[in-house]
């Protein structure tokens, strides 16, 4: 009998298009069926798709190959998207007689942006296909062309329904997977997102999860966070086989004494470490966002944010910096990269080591591509930031030869509103205020030295940088 627990594990992630036939795949591939696999959830078997993720695995040469098998409905995409923090690698599936569908160009946006870099294609149900499978591979490569992981991506035919072509899928995953650079940390603070909990008969509450970081040895206490409760380790399983201690890589169920699994929920960690977390709801974020998103992200739009296993509402304002300043700002498309305030609905746990985020718009249609891009958080916020506004005044010119200089009213009302105004810079081709003129706020302005010709009538804009602490009411429903 095979020793699994011998062998390195690598965890793969299946993506595609709602009845691409992912889970048809995991059926053909798959050895040993741990937490919800094969569907085990019973709305995936009422409503005959897959609503939850889903663990599977089987032995590939030196390898235990976990399969992460998540939903490929539009209105479940942040359940798939839970899925890539424990992922080295993906598997895309193809409904070779559709070709790349709605769901198959967002689920390989969100691979990308959260920086999974190896993936395999798998063309699926060939013996519906009544085409050249051939040619149909070369049109896929072109689409592939178009993205960063380019043509010469390892493609593969098969048919889950008939199981032929699956000899040589496994030799490409064990060619991919001997070619990955996969650094596990074992020191340092255990990190284990729960990605299932339920309780088993005369055994007590049990919680299962992909160590990301660390390791885990029977009569260990550990903390469930952010619920803030803890517990003693009684038994650990890797794929049903009981073991005294697991690492870094290792997919596990980890049997507990002492944790109420009411309070327990999808996203909650088990550690080690409680300072290695941050629960906060107020984030500054670098953004990188997607080149084929199409839409304005204005100042207070509404979001969906994947950090973890866990999606939450909440609302970014793009800003950026003027001389230390943060100037708020709306993003058009076309601009890659820029930087964002999080505010969330609710506060959620941030992984201080590992803090790359995914952020939707599935407030948008499922037929346009959803994924505004990933981002990177650089500093937790205990209060509401400062950002500036640029608020614009109007003046015009009403003398622009007189002896004193060019003469502008508007931009204040009075002489003690035009003083207070001296200096400030104006809007090309203008300078800046000179001086008060007269006593009803009119001003003298300054002017470029290459400007031959102003006239009255003329519009000076000026630009009033001002403050203004970021207000959670204007945004956030039932905050206070």
């Known amino acids: 009998m095979v020793n699994i627990i011998e062998k390195i594990p690598v965890h793969i992630g299946l993506f595609g298009h709602i009845d691409s036939g992912k889970t048809a795949i995991a059926a053909v591939l798959s050895e040993f069926i741990s937490t919800a696999g094969i569907d085990a959830h019973p709305q995936s078997k009422e409503r005959g798709i897959t609503i939850d993720l889903g663990f599977t695995s089987f032995i590939l040469g030196d390898y235990l190959i976990t399969l992460v098998d998540g939903p490929g409905h539009s209105d479940l995409i942040k359940i798939s998207a839970s899925s890539v923090e424990i992922i080295d690698c993906a598997l895309l599936v193809i409904d070779i007689t559709k070709g790349p569908q709605v769901q198959t160009g967002e689920h390989l946006i969100m691979i990308e942006s959260l920086n999974i870099q190896n993936i395999i294609v798998v063309l699926n149900k060939i013996d519906l296909f009544k085409g050249n499978i051939g040619k149909e591979i070369e049109k896929i490569r072109k689409f592939f062309d178009s993205t960063s992981f380019g043509a010469n991506i390892p493609i593969y035919a098969v048919s889950a329904k008939l199981k032929t072509g699956f000899e040589e899928l496994k030799e490409g995953i064990l060619h991919k997977i001997q ?13 284990i997102p729960i990605d299932h909990h339920f309780s088993i ?109 866990v999606t939450s509402v909440g609302y ?77 005044k109007k003046g015009i010119i009403t003398n622009p030869q007189h002896s004193q200089g060019i003469i502008c009213s508007g931009l204040a009302n009075s002489l003690e509103g035009a003083k207070k105004i001296i200096g400030r810079a104006l809007e090309t081709p203008y300078t800046k205020v000179i001086s008060p003129f007269g006593t009803k706020g009119a001003v003298i302005v300054g002017v470029k030295d290459n400007i031959s010709k102003i006239e009255k009538g003329d519009f000076v804009v000026l630009k009033d940088l001002r403050s203004f602490k970021l207000n959670p009411k204007k945004y956030l429903k039932g905050q206070s």
């Not at 746990?349 to 407030?363: P, Q």
Request: glycine residues 8%.
């Open 179 to 191: 070619s990955l650079e996969i650094e596990r940390n074992t020191e340092g603070n255990l990190i």
């Open 201 to 309: 008969k005369g055994r007590g509450s049990v919680v299962t999860g992909t160590i990301l970081n660390g390791r885990i040895a029977i009569n260990q206490i550990l903390h469930i966070l952010p619920i803030d409760t803890s517990g003693r380790v009684k038994s650990i399983q890797i794929f049903h086989n009981n073991v005294q201690n697991a690492e870094a890589g290792d997919r596990v169920g980890i049997n507990f004494k002492g944790i109420d699994l009411k309070s327990v929920y999808r996203g909650c960690y088990a550690t080690n470490n409680k300072q290695a977390f941050d629960y906060a709801n107020i984030l500054d974020l670098e953004i990188k966002k997607n080149k084929l998103f199409k839409h304005e992200t204005r100042f207070g739009t509404q979001v969906h944010v994947t950090i973890g296993m």
């Open 316 to 392: 970014v304002f793009p800003y950026y910096k003027l001389n230390q300043k943060r100037v708020q700002i709306d993003v058009i498309e076309g601009k890659s990269n820029f930087n964002a305030f999080l505010w969330l609905n609710e506060k959620v746990l941030v992984n201080k080591v590992k803090n790359l985020m995914l952020i939707s718009r599935l407030d948008l249609p499922p037929t346009t591509l959803r994924i505004l891009g990933a981002a990177t958080i650089l500093n937790v916020l205990k209060d509401p930031p400062t950002l500036y506004k640029f608020k614009i």
